[in-house]
Structures are given as C-alpha cells and as structure tokens.
C-alpha cells in the first residue's frame, strides 16, 4: 500500500488532507497517512462542539478545535499520539474487511512485544484499556478509514479539556462515550519512541511499496480547503445542531443566570435573569445578542459597542458577562 510523507501538526489541514483524497484527488489505489497534531480536540461531524469542549480551557491553552468529516465521539490528540488514515477505492463498503487496516497494526505491534487485541471492528486494547479508536466515511466509491493510537498523550490536559459542564446543555446531538484509556508506551521496553513506532508501522503496513509524492498543486488545494472551509468558525462551531445553553453565576454586582438558544452556533433566542443592579432595560441586550455567534470573542466584541454599564452596573465587566459564553 501507497503511503504520504506528512508532517504536519495542524489539525484543520489534516482534516482538509482527508476530504482531498477522499473526494477530489485522482486514486487508483489504497494509501494511507500518519499524522500528529501540536494540541487537538476532534470532534465528530454530529456532535454539538459545545457541549463535548471545555471552551475556556481549550482556548487558555491554545488548543485547536476541529470537526473531522466522520462520526464517532470527541478525541484529544497531541504529539503523544498518532493518527492514522487510509483512503481506498470500494465498490461495496459494506464488504470492506477492516481487518485489512487493523491486522498489519497489530502484528507491528505484536514484533515490538505489545499484547494489544482488536476488540469489535473499531477497537485495540491493551489488558482492556483502550488505546486505539477509528471512524469511516465512504463517497462516491472511495472510502476514508482513520482513526488514533493513543502512545503517550496527556491524559491530564485530556480529561480537562474533553471534560465540560454537562448539565448546562440540552441537546440530541452524538455524545461521546468515555472508555477507559491506556499508553502503548507503557507496554513498550524503555527508551522506545513515537518515531519508532510509526517507522515500524510504515514498514508493516506498506510492504514494500513506494511513497506517494503529491504534486504542488495538490497542496495548494488542500491549503485551500483547509482555509475556506475547515478551520472555520461555521464549520467547527456553526454545524453543530441545535441546542439549549444554560449558565448562571455571581459576581461582584450580583447573580447573572442565561438561558439560551443556540442554533448553527448563533444566539436564536436569549433571556437574561438575576438580581444585578442595572438601570437600562435588559431586553435591549437581549435582543442585540440574538444572531451572534455563541462564542466568548463575539460576545464580548458587541458589548464593546454597546451601554454595557447601563444593563450590569459598576461592577460586572464585560469580560466576565462574555466567560458566561462557554462551558
């Protein structure tokens, strides 16, 4: 099998790789690709971002959020972990053998001394901890296999930022289901690297086949992609389905409770409630934030043009009216 030289560590020009190859490149044949993000929380394409995403800890830690074109739950990737995508010409998905992609995994696996184990078609598991994980898409004949090997990654930042307030949303959308995880590295002899693995993963995997060299102008176009469409708030955010967002909190100036609407990642309908002390009518700013983008940057970039003080008083600032605008 064919594979791509890729280095990259942006999640939105991953994402615009996949949909290239899937859906517009010129293939004949299977290939596939290993890729690692610098900070990456990815979610499934019917997930409600929102709600699977600790918006405040994502965006303090420079944590990229990026939609993929598949189902599945939410995952967190950093350079810990390797993701892994095939892309193949089928007639038939439905009699596609995924043991073709899994198989060659677990035997690189097993020649390094890994006990790991394909647990269902989408699994691997080490002593019942998952650490690999994978989605399909299929179009127009071509299918798109991809999917993660969990080989060092940071659990702490993981469970903080794939970890939001449930309770404030009420939503239909897909909600991720939590596994029990586990490290490929701590089944591995020590001194053994995420660089080895993925060279005896290319090894098994290819058998003996050449690396396939995209043109410049294929780049261009995933480049293109990945700027005009996926690393774009409409995409990441303003897919997600519709949802109701509640919050409440007390400052300084009193208790401030939202409840929202929120439909393609906008403000469709909003009431603010609490015993702040404002002198100005409060359903001004109600209305005002009807359409805006549900997120802490937009709020805070019309409050900036509006009387904020007349609907909050003295001492609620701008800033901690917009952090109600994330989980």
Same mark, same amino acid.
């Given at each position: 099998m064919k594979y791509i030289s890729y280095q990259n560590t942006d999640a939105y020009y991953n994402v615009a790789l996949e949909h290239y190859l899937l859906e517009e490149a010129d293939l004949t044949e299977a290939v596939f690709f290993f890729s690692q993000y610098g900070n990456a929380v990815i979610v499934g394409k019917n997930q409600n971002s929102f709600?699977? &995403?600790?918006? #405040?800890? #994502?965006?303090?830690?420079?944590i990229q959020v990026a939609r993929r074109e598949t189902g599945g739950g939410a995952v967190y990737d950093d350079?810990?972990?390797?993701?892994?995508?095939?892309?193949?010409? &089928?007639?038939?998905?439905?009699? &596609?053998? @995924?043991?073709? @992609?899994?198989?060659?995994?677990?035997?690189?696996?097993?020649?390094?001394?890994?006990? &790991?184990?394909?647990?269902?078609?989408?699994?691997? *598991?080490?002593?019942?901890?998952? *650490?690999?994980?994978?989605?399909?898409?299929? *179009?127009?004949?071509?299918?798109?296999?991809?999917?993660?090997?969990? @080989?060092?990654?940071?659990t702490e930042v993981m469970s903080h930022v794939l970890t939001p307030a449930?309770?404030?949303?009420?939503?239909?959308?897909?909600?991720? *289901?939590?596994?029990?995880?586990?490290?490929?590295?701590?089944?591995?002899?020590?001194? @053994?690297t995420i660089l080895d693995l993925k060279k005896q993963l290319t090894k098994e995997?290819? #058998?003996?086949?050449?690396?396939l060299k995209l043109s410049s102008a294929a780049w261009a176009r995933v480049q293109q992609l990945r700027d005009d469409t996926f690393v774009s708030w409409d995409w990441?955010?303003?897919t997600t389905p519709a949802f109701q967002f509640n919050q409440h909190k007390r400052f300084a100036g009193?208790?401030?409770?939202?409840?929202?609407?929120?439909?393609?990642?906008?403000i469709s309908a909003i009431k603010i409630q609490g015993d702040f002390l404002g002198i100005g009518d409060i359903s001004q700013l109600e209305q005002a934030l009807i359409g805006q983008a549900f997120s802490h940057a937009a709020v805070e970039k019309l409050?900036?043009?509006?009387?904020?003080?007349?609907?909050?008083?003295?001492?609620?600032?701008?800033?901690e009216f917009a952090d109600l605008f994330q989980n």
């Open positions: 709600a699977e &995403v600790n918006q #405040a800890y #994502a965006r303090e830690h420079h350079l810990g972990n390797i993701s892994f995508s095939f892309v193949l010409p &089928v007639e038939d998905p439905g009699k &596609v053998n @995924f043991k073709k @992609f899994v198989q060659p995994m677990v035997d690189a696996l097993h020649q390094i001394g890994v006990a &790991v184990i394909a647990d269902g078609r989408n699994d691997l *598991v080490i002593k019942g901890k998952k *650490v690999s994980g994978s989605a399909q898409r299929y *179009v127009n004949g071509r299918l798109l296999h991809h999917g993660t090997l969990l @080989f060092d990654i940071n449930k309770d404030k949303f009420i939503s239909k959308a897909a909600k991720s *289901v939590q596994s029990r995880v586990g490290l490929i590295k701590d089944a591995l002899p020590a001194g @053994f995997l290819a #058998a003996g086949d050449n690396e990441n955010w303003g009193g208790r401030v409770e939202l409840h929202a609407n929120i439909d393609r990642g906008r409050c900036q043009t509006l009387p904020f003080k007349n609907y909050f008083g003295e001492n609620i600032s701008i800033q």
